[in-house]
């Protein structure tokens, strides 16, 4: 059996992003591991109850909380797609996820500041981090490489 991976919906090119651009990440790992049948995918935003296209949110770093651009409250909204990221992982048991970076639900190492202005700071977005502390690593389109690596070495040991 090979691991599954957790993967932002984004990334397979689906239209789920608040600007309901598609921005497909194309690396030819991906076509390998959708043969494989590894991939479980998730819109973390959409799945708990978000519109496409929707207004931009940040995370506010004082509070935690995720507010739109136009004050609005989506945390229970972020927080409940992260729920339901974290239990697609347990259904599956999945230890590593694929997740576009910088967003405040999917981003890994950076989120925008929460100023709207563009800026990005050291920070995890709501869902990264439930599933950070749940165990489960993290990796962004900046890191695939090393998550390939991860999954050769388990594969190995899984086959064994
Ligand atoms: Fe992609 Fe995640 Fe944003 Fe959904 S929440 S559009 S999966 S980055």
């Not at 100023?115 to 690593?137: A, E, P, W």
């Amino acid at each position: 059996m090979f691991d599954k991976i957790l993967i932002s919906r984004c990334f397979l090119g689906e239209n789920v992003r608040y600007d309901s651009k598609a921005i497909p990440l194309k690396h030819p790992l991906l076509a390998l591991w959708q043969q494989q049948k590894r991939l479980v995918a998730i819109c973390p935003e959409v799945s708990g109850g978000l519109p496409v296209p929707r207004e931009p949110a940040e995370q506010q770093p004082h509070s935690g909380k995720v507010i739109t651009l136009s004050n609005i409250d989506v945390s229970a909204q972020f927080n409940d797609g992260a729920n339901q990221a974290l239990a697609l992982c347990k259904k599956h048991n999945i230890r590593f996820a694929l997740l576009k970076e910088s967003s405040p639900s999917c981003g890994s190492s950076y989120i925008y500041d929460g100023s709207f202005s563009n800026k990005k700071i050291v920070g995890q977005g709501i869902t990264s981090q439930l599933l950070h502390q749940h165990g489960i690593t993290v990796f962004s389109e900046h890191s695939l490489d090393k998550l390939a690596t991860l999954l050769d070495c388990a594969d190995l040991t899984n086959h064994q």
